[in-house]
């Protein structure tokens, strides 16, 4: 095991380092996308991307509309 050839040595500095790069990319894209809503709520807003939606609430038992519940959907793709 003490044996490594300069090919062992220089084969693990790679994967050493393409696995920080992977590690350190993945941290990176989970920040952005954890920051993200934020920034496309605003943006929703300023395009006027929401909207109110208007639903019933039904008496199942008496078959009768017994309030309204207001809900704000998002338009966006």
């Known amino acids: 095991a003490d044996d490594w050839t300069w090919n062992d040595v220089w ?4 994967l050493g380092g393409m696995s920080g ?3 350190g990319l993945l941290c ?9 809503p934020g920034r496309e709520i605003m943006t ?3 395009r006027e991307q929401f ?3 208007y639903q019933p609430v039904v008496d199942t038992q008496a078959l009768r509309v017994t309030g309204l519940e207001v ?3 998002w338009r966006h793709p």
Do not use: E, G
């Open 11 to 14: 084969y693990a500095f790679l």
């Open 44 to 46: 929703a807003i300023k």
């Open 71 to 73: 809900l704000l959907r």
């Open 28 to 36: 990176y894209y989970l920040m952005s996308v954890r920051m993200r």
């Open 21 to 23: 790069t992977v590690v």
């Open 51 to 53: 909207y109110v939606a």
